[in-house]
Every structure is written in structure tokens, then in C-alpha cells.
């Protein structure tokens, strides 16, 4: 292996793999993998969706509701915790799976992007981002290193390298000179890293959405080495065709015998597309915060439950939907419960998106082990395109998922996140960090 | 049996109870009763304590997480239900107990004093309440009929009469005019009361703190025959030792057959002293109210878990409890979720209060069964009054429970709910309709 020009000044890596913590390949259908990722705090059959606990929590959901979902991996955020309650003080704590009570894996992301989006006042250079807290103006110096022992100190069981997620839209200059930052970070990240048994690291693919770049990134990636591999950067704005496009130039390079994680997608229909083309690991604000705004994920696409017209409904949710909400409760009293601005409503709201979530991708391993995952991909993009349909119509009763891209849902999520401040940087991975935080703010 | 002066003006009632209904007595100690409720949804162990859900909730709470905590009936308003979502609603979803998927009894409060104290505009006067919502400004009258039907409406298991909770304080001449008005309101809600099995209507003693008005009270709802007997119009501002009064005055003279409710208490304090005095039948909105602002019930008094000094604290709330905030997480992660407004921190402390509250019932029930009661409210004394010097005297980390009457702490559990708008009525009772629901308000 020769040094990679953007690894290290220092001397070539070793290969590298984390005792311990793994990926198995089960099944394949067609770009598509059934799998299965083994960490310290047990495995996660994947392709898998982790529900969003920014700040050790995942919002209006006790763990063990988390855990009744079928959720098997939580992902929370570095930047957040560093600020609140201290990386210091978790680790006390005995790491964010004690504290949180998870007992799951938890992956954590590297603070970079919400550092970038979130602080009042932020400088990037070669060393890292410094930073004013958006909370109490507090000056903090994240770099690849810091960034890497935070995690470290939080227990993640998935590590993500320290990187600045390129704005969109992006010259070819500026991304190539964004991704190639990050790349030198992510040798940096690599050597700071403490490899532990089950705990693993992840580089983070960049380069916009120019297929050159993404190329060039995976290859520094690549030999640089790590226990698996995200796509960063998409979900910000460039909208679901040139998401996929961009997934199409970058999924088939990436090492077949790691993890691959697609940050901050989805809606539903952007998780289906990226399952079709090899991802295995997905995360997202978009089933709570939608549940926090009384939006529900039913079969084919959403509803408002604040709407009037559900009243009087004395139907479930979704009649085929097994959560506490589907099963105990009325369209009309979840409507009651958000007319009256009761905090049960978000409970079991988030829990109803989360478990549609999860049976989402519980149906599309099902269908990648059984060989059929094209005809369920062709059912979700008609389903999709008919709720548009409805939606462009204004039907009576349509209501459906309004959103036609990941970038502009993402947009929306980061309403009242501070994340919005920024322009173009509202995205999907914005969407990832605590979005939507004064909807979940009760106190 | 003469026709009391106070009952209505038709023909004398005949004797009154409704088949199904009872209340069997288990047990004395002193005055203490250990007994049992028995419903069309079930029995009730007393002395019992009613979370409140106002609105068709127990606020933060599932239905399941209720049940979880030991509670068997709770309690809901009949001035928020027929504003929101309506009674006919709520009659044509299966009533409260399918809307709300509480199997167990629901006693409904009859509104009277929601409306003179929640409503922007109300005028009382022989037939009943005028008033405006305090949601949207409709009108809306309540009589003792429309108040009786209302409830039926809602399958309430045990129903209210409609009455007016007189203010403090009260010459005896208002107080009197008051009670005396709501004692033929009584006997209109007899008449008015569709007789089911297993469900029962509760008269209420008023009288304010005159005890030669209470004992008139009480013969006159004993004449009229009631399945339950409540005293209301107490923890309205009037103090700890004006209410045991009030109660040592009016407890002995209340038929020995039937459940005795005391209306809006309280403290776990008031509440040891009111079931000492023979009291079976609570309900408050404090245990959830303070679970909202991050007061916790530890053993002898309470903690504020959004004090930097729980920080770094890795205890549980109280080493001794059984609820999932203390099985499951350290007092700086509670610290934390406050700390963040997250809504998980108001369901762990909601469920921690509540959960402590039905220990304390249980500990009561105990401790009448086995004669030892005496004992028991002796320690409780104890522990409430070292409480009060401890925080008299300003001690590190003292926090303990800083109201001394039960009146001031239902005059500051009804902030932010309209209640406080009528001077000297936002007490104890006003505590159960929803009190701090800005605090609930998540959405």
C-alpha cells in the first residue's frame, strides 16, 4: 500500500481493522445487501435505520419504547454532548450507553457539521473548527483528535471521523478543496483513534456531488482504512435525483466487507433507493420531529393529525401498525391530544413514526433475503409518486408527503434548530442534529 | 325520612344506591379505613390516590405507564372534555375509557368550578353557570342536569355532583347562600342521574371552614342519599391546620357505608393527616405538576433535579424506588434532560412523582391493615417538618418541601392555567384542572 497523498504527513498507516467489530454479508439482491454488524454492545441486522438521540435521548421516547420499536442502534452527537452534559461528565457517568440506559450500540457523529451549522461564531483552518457554543457562547476547539477522544470518552461504539460537510451548492474547487480537508482530518482521526474490541471507526465520503471527487475520496478512504464507510455531504439541499446520482458514482467503489452508512436520510422513499444501491445504514431526525409536529408515517405516505377532518375518526393511525398508538388509540384522540397541546400526543406520535420506520426496514431485509426487493422498490415508488400526485391535487383527505426531496425535508427539520442560520446548510445532516428542538423543548 | 329543606322542591327522593357500586370496609385504625371501590371497570384499593388527566391524559404519561405505577382510578374534568374534544365526541368514541384506553374506573370532576375559575366570563346563578370558553370564547351554560348528563356522556364511573367550590375566605353568610345553593344543586344531579350498574354519583360537602355549615351540609346530601360522599372547597387557601380542622369537623358525620373523597389534596403530608382522619378517595395534580418543573418526591420531602449540584450526581432520585427513572438513570442524567427541556426528563419525573405517590397509598394501606398507622403518620410528621427546617435554614442541598399548607401549593400549581386569574380561588382544587399545562404544552 503506498501513503495516500492526503493521509498523514507522517509514516503509511497499518491496515486496520477493529477486533471485534465487523460487518457480515448475509444476502445480496441485485446492489443491495442484507447484513448484519457486530460491535461491542451486540449486532445490528442491517440494512437498519437509527432513530436520533442528539442529546442522549431520543426525543419523547423512553429507551426501552426505543427498544419496542426494533430499533437496535441510536445514534447521538458529539457537539451537543460536549456542550451538554460535558464529554467529561458521560464518561463518569460510565459512557452514553449507562447513562442513556441503551444497551445497544450507539454510533455518534464527529461534531464537525453541527459545530459549522449550530455555533454563533466558528472558524475552520487546517487544525480544526474553534467555535462559540450556540448555548452559552463558550469558546471550544473541535480537531480530529478532540473530536476522536470525545467519542472515545462517550463509549460510542461507532466512532465518525471528524469532517467539514461540503456546502451544496459547491464549486468543483471548493469541494475538492473541502474533501481534501477532510480527508487529511480523517488520517488524523484514524492515528487519534483508541482501537478497543467491538468499537469501530468510519470515514466519511466527500466531494459534493461531483463523481470525480467522490471517487477520489473513497480511494483516500480506502487506504487510509477504516471499519466502515459513510457517505456525508448528501441530503443538503441537492435534491433526491442528484442524491441518487451521486450515491450511483460512489456506493460500487466503497469495500465491500464494511459497513456502509448514508448520513441523515431519509424520508422513506430516499431509505428504499439507497437500500437498492448497497446502503446499509441510515439515520435521521425526520419519524420524531415529524411526530412532534403531529405528521404520522402511514402506509403510502403521512398525515397531519392536526387536521381537522380527524377529528371524528375513530380509525387507527394505520390498521396493519402494531405500536401503542395504532393499537389503543383514534385518529380523533391523537387529534385531541395535539389540539390540546398534550405532551402524549408527540410520545405516541414519535413512537408510531419510529415503528413504521423500523418495519420499513425490517420489510426491506425481508425482501433482500427473499430475492425480491425490486418489486417491493417499484411498490414504494409508486406509493411515493401517488402521494405527490394527491398532494399536487389537493384531493380532499390526501394529505400526503408534501416533501418531493430529502434536501428540502431536511430543510424544514432544522426549523428552530439554530442549524437554518445558515444558508444551504440546513440539510439533511443538519436535519440529524437535535432539529426541531422547540417542538421537543416542554419545559 | 323528612324531605331535607335543601333538597328539590318535588317529591322527597327515595333511598339512593346504585347496584353495582360499594364500598366495602377491610379494616379501621382509628379513624384510618382500609377499604375497597367497587365499579363497572373494576375495584380501587383505598385510601387511594387519582393521577389527574384533565383533558383524557394524565399529562407525559401512556395509559400503560399509569397502570404501572399502582394507580387504579383516575380522574378527568368535565369542563375541559365538553370543550375538548366535546362530550357527544367523546360518547361516540366508546366513552373516556376507549378513548383513553384506561381500563380501569374514571371519576369525572362535574365542572362547576373549572368554569367559575378557568372560564374568561361566567355568571352563576340558581339554574347553573354561564360562561365563555377559555379556549375560543363560545358560550356555554352548565346546570346540575346538563352537568349529570355530560358525565354520563363520558361513561364516567363515578360522577360529581355539579356544585360551586366556595371561595376563601367566605363570610359565613356567603358561605352558607353557597353551600346551601349547591346542596338543591345536589339533589337536582340525584334526580338527574341515570342510575348504571356499577356507577355511582358522589355528593360534595361545601361550607367553607364553619363547621356548623359543614355539618348542615352533610345532613342534607345524607338526606338526599349519595353512593359516595366528597369534601370539596378545601386546599383553597385556607392552610394545613384550617383544613384538618374543617375535617375533624366534618368526617365523623359522613355515612360510615360509603367512599369519603377529599377533593384537590395534595402533599404526601395532607394527605397522611387526611387519611388519619378518615378519608379514602384523593386526587391532586402536584405529583405531576412538580414532575413537570423537575421538583422529584424523594422520602421526606423533595428535590429539584435542575439544581447544578445533581449535576454529577450518579444516585437514583431515591435508592428505594421502584420506577424506571430510578431502575434506570442517575440523577445528572435527569439533571441533564432538564437541563436540554427534554420531554423525556417530564415523563421520568412524572412517572417518578406518580410512582411515589401510589407507594405512599400502599405504605398507608399497609400500615391500617396491620394497626400500626399511628406510627407511620408519626414518621411522616417528622419527616415533613425536619423538611421545612431544613429548608428554613437555607441548608446545602436541603431542597426539601418548602410549602407549609397545602393551600399555597395548589395556589402555585394552578399558574399558567387561568386559575390564578380569581384571586382567592386558585387553590388546591384549581391544582386538578390542569394546572401548569403551559409546562405540558410541548407542542
Request: proline share 5%; with cysteine; glycine share 12%.
Amino acid at each position: 500500500m503506498t501513503a495516500s497523498p492526503f493521509a498523514s504527513s507522517t509514516s503509511p498507516l497499518p491496515p486496520f481493522s477493529s477486533p471485534g467489530f465487523g460487518y457480515s454479508l448475509l444476502a445480496r439482491d441485485g446492489a443491495a445487501r442484507r447484513g448484519r454488524v457486530a460491535t461491542a454492545h451486540g449486532t445490528v441486522e442491517t440494512p437498519a435505520f437509527m432513530p436520533v438521540g442528539t442529546a442522549g435521548t431520543v426525543k419523547a421516547m423512553t429507551p426501552d419504547a426505543v427498544a419496542a420499536t426494533g430499533a437496535e442502534m441510536v445514534l447521538a452527537n458529539t457537539y451537543h454532548l460536549m456542550l451538554r452534559p460535558g464529554a467529561d461528565r458521560v464518561a463518569r457517568l460510565g459512557g452514553l450507553h449507562a447513562m442513556m440506559h441503551w444497551q445497544g450500540p450507539i454510533l455518534t457523529d464527529s461534531g464537525g457539521f453541527q459545530a459549522m451549522s449550530l455555533a454563533a461564531l466558528r472558524r475552520i483552518d487546517e487544525d480544526g473548527i474553534l467555535f462559540q457554543s450556540h448555548i452559552d457562547g463558550t469558546r471550544h476547539m473541535l480537531t480530529p483528535e478532540r473530536a476522536t477522544a470525545i467519542q472515545d470518552q462517550l463509549d460510542a461504539d461507532i466512532t465518525m471521523c471528524f469532517d467539514e460537510c461540503t456546502p451544496f451548492p459547491a464549486t468543483f474547487e471548493v469541494a475538492a478543496d473541502s474533501m481534501r480537508r477532510s480527508m487529511r482530518w480523517a488520517a488524523r482521526c484514524r492515528v487519534a483513534f483508541r482501537q478497543r474490541p467491538g468499537y469501530g471507526l468510519f470515514g466519511i465520503v466527500q466531494g459534493s456531488v461531483y463523481p470525480e471527487l467522490r471517487a477520489e475520496s473513497v480511494a483516500a478512504l480506502s487506504a487510509i482504512g477504516f471499519d466502515g464507510y459513510a457517505v456525508g455531504g448528501l441530503a443538503v439541499g441537492e435534491g433526491l435525483a442528484l442524491m441518487l446520482d451521486t450515491l450511483d458514482a460512489t456506493v460500487p467503489l466503497l469495500p465491500a466487507d464494511r459497513p456502509r452508512y448514508l448520513m441523515g436520510v431519509g424520508r422513506p422513499i430516499d431509505i428504499v433507493e439507497a437500500v437498492a444501491r448497497g446502503i446499509d445504514l441510515f439515520d435521521c431526525v425526520i419519524p420524531t420531529r415529524a411526530g412532534r409536529t403531529g405528521r404520522a408515517y402511514v402506509q403510502g405516505g403521512t398525515l397531519n393529525i392536526r387536521n381537522a377532518g380527524h377529528a371524528d375518526d375513530p380509525r387507527p393511525l394505520d390498521p396493519d401498525c402494531t405500536c401503542p398508538a395504532c393499537r389503543h388509540h383514534s385518529r380523533a384522540y391523537l387529534h385531541h391530544l395535539f389540539d390540546c397541546g398534550e405532551v402524549l400526543g408527540i410520545m405516541l406520535l414519535t413512537w408510531h413514526n419510529l415503528h413504521h420506520y423500523q418495519q420499513l426496514m425490517a420489510s426491506l431485509r425481508a425482501a433482500i433475503a427473499e430475492g425480491r426487493l425490486t418489486e417491493v422498490v417499484a411498490g414504494h415508488r409508486a406509493a411515493a409518486a401517488a402521494a405527490v400526485a394527491a398532494a399536487d391535487g389537493g384531493g380532499a383527505g390526501a394529505d400526503g408527503d408534501l416533501d418531493s426531496s430529502a434536501g428540502r425535508e431536511g430543510a424544514s427539520a432544522t426549523d428552530g434548530d439554530g442549524a437554518a442560520r445558515i444558508k444551504g446548510r440546513s440539510g439533511g445532516r443538519g436535519a440529524r442534529t437535535g432539529a426541531g428542538r422547540d417542538l421537543g423543548r416542554a419545559l
